[in-house]
């Protein structure tokens, strides 16, 4: 949809503004883990409304079942095997994204967007491989995944352990070393960044990545959401993400820019059945507030190609804050 929208307008057309353009890309979510995909325990309203206002995928496919192939795919367009990023890497990786691959943050911001990648990135935690270097003009987050840190139940001690949690800015580690009460932040911190970064640049065309860590294991969630759902810890985080997504649309929309955004929320896969007690005992809740996601009528789970497991939910809208459906208007954009 996004490379389609880059092809150069046909003569005659009337100069439009540039689009922009924001994914959210939650990490674990279950294609029933959605209100409009028909989830059962914690409600998604947020979700729900772009559904009703844009459209819902589903036969949506994410390049492969796992963290770094998934994101390398993503962002560049390619095969995960073709920029030679297959499987996941963790931290000290001397591997990456390769300076060689064109991101879309590039493509845009040669053409003039303002770039900002919020949340998980896990295309590599040296300097070369992180956003900054690949055509994000800003960066706030996790360098990989959130259960790759020291409190892993099944992290080994000493130099084969994994390293404190880092979170970054830009290129300057803002914190070494996060706590279990700073990863039930972490979506609240995302959210807020988003929204600043939609303020900051309400004037000029912008590409806003916001990759939320969870509902990765270990689950972690805020206060405002925890013992919310029915569903349990799991379903307390998918409805914080929701809210998240929430104060995106309304950051939008009280600039006066959801009538010419494009809005896409997707998710990776969804978690493994083994990981469900590892998530309460990270987590330091009881197996039972740790409810897994649901593949509804599919089977298999996690790191498997199977069919379900490359079809996550995908709900994009162009018309993020309006009562006015694309389906009854459609829009063309071109992007020069």
């Known amino acids: 949809m996004v490379e389609k ?21 939650a990490d674990d979510l279950g294609y029933g883990d959605v209100g409009c995909y028909g989830a059962k325990g914690f409600a998604t309203p947020n979700l729900d409304r772009m559904a009703a206002e844009g459209a819902r995928f ?9 963290c770094t192939p998934s994101r390398a795919a993503l962002l560049t367009g390619c095969y995960p095997q073709r920029v030679g990023l297959p499987a996941v890497i963790g931290p000290r990786s001397k591997i990456g994204i390769s300076a060689e691959e064109t991101t879309l943050a590039e493509l845009l911001k040669a053409r003039g967007y303002a ?14 491989f ?30 084969g352990g994994y390293p404190p949690l880092p979170l970054i800015e830009g ?8 706590t279990p009460d700073d990863q039930a932040q972490l979506t609240t911190w995302y959210a807020e960044r988003a929204v600043k970064f939609i303020g900051k640049n309400k ?10 860590s969870m509902p990765h294991v270990p689950l972690f969630v805020s206060d405002r959401f925890k013992g919310k759902a029915q569903r349990g810890l799991y379903g307390d985080v998918v409805m914080e993400i929701d809210w998240s997504v929430g104060q995106l649309l309304d950051a939008l929309k ?29 987590a330091n809740r009881p197996t039972t507030r740790c409810a897994r996601s649901s593949n509804r009528s599919f089977t298999t789970w996690k790191t498997t190609s ?22 009854r208007r459609a829009r063309t954009w071109a992007i020069r």
């Not at 820019?257 to 809005?263: A, G, S, Y």
């Open 5 to 25: 929208s880059l092809k150069p307008a046909k003569a005659g057309t009337p100069n439009q503004p540039r689009p922009n353009i924001v994914i959210i890309f």
């Open 130 to 159: 992180l956003p900054t270097r690949h055509g994000f003009d800003e960066y706030f987050g996790l360098p990989y995944s959130n259960d790759m840190w020291p409190h892993h139940p099944e992290a080994k001690p000493g130099k």
């Open 171 to 178: 290129e300057t580690v803002v914190k070494k070393g996060l």
């Open 58 to 66: 589903t036969d949506f496919y994410v390049a492969a079942p796992s």
């Open 203 to 212: 004037e000029r065309p912008f590409f806003l990545y916001l990759a939320h």
């Open 115 to 128: 770039t900002a990648c919020i949340g998980k990135w896990h295309l590599g935690d040296a300097p070369q």
């Open 254 to 282: 009280a600039n006066g820019l959801d009538d010419r955004t494009l809005v896409m929320f997707n998710s990776r896969t969804p978690t493994a059945r083994s990981l469900a007690g590892l998530a309460a005992r990270t």
């Open 306 to 327: 199977a069919r379900r497991l490359t079809l996550p939910p995908n709900v994009p809208t162009w018309s993020s804050g309006s009562q006015r459906s694309p389906r």
